[in-house]
């Protein structure tokens, strides 16, 4: 069975860091290109950072509002995708969740909820 679970989240001061860890299982994970994706309270789902499969090179891309923050990386002989989130603010209180996809085909993870308190 597919398995992508998301965790590391929770409580964490502005100006505070996180790092958060998506584990996978049931599929090739360095054939996958991965992305973090994030659902705050009421809003629609937005994309967060996005790495590339090592089929080539790792190439990363990551939103504006949180470039020079956020970092994607991924370790495939663990199997795990990872976010470093620094400097947080209160308005990355969010759901994050995890992402694979490849051609023709795509999973999604269970999110790891992300809490900044001001």
């Known amino acids: 069975d597919v398995q992508l679970q998301a965790f590391g989240g929770g409580l964490v001061q502005t100006g505070g860091s996180l790092r958060l860890s998506c584990t996978a299982s049931g599929f090739t994970f360095s054939h996958y290109a991965f992305a973090w994706v994030r659902q705050a309270p009421g809003k629609e789902r937005e994309g967060v950072s996005c790495?590339?499969?090592?089929?080539?090179?790792?190439?990363?891309y990551t939103e504006d509002s949180m470039k020079g923050r956020f970092t994607i990386s991924r370790d495939n002989a663990k199997k795990t995708l990872y976010l470093q989130m620094n400097s947080l603010k209160p308005e990355d209180t969010a759901v994050y969740y995890c992402?694979?996809?490849?051609?023709?085909?795509?999973?999604w993870g269970q999110g790891t909820l992300v809490t900044v308190s001001s």
């Open positions: 790495i590339s499969s090592t089929d080539g090179i790792n190439m990363t």
């Open positions: 992402y694979a996809e490849r051609i023709g085909n795509h999973y």
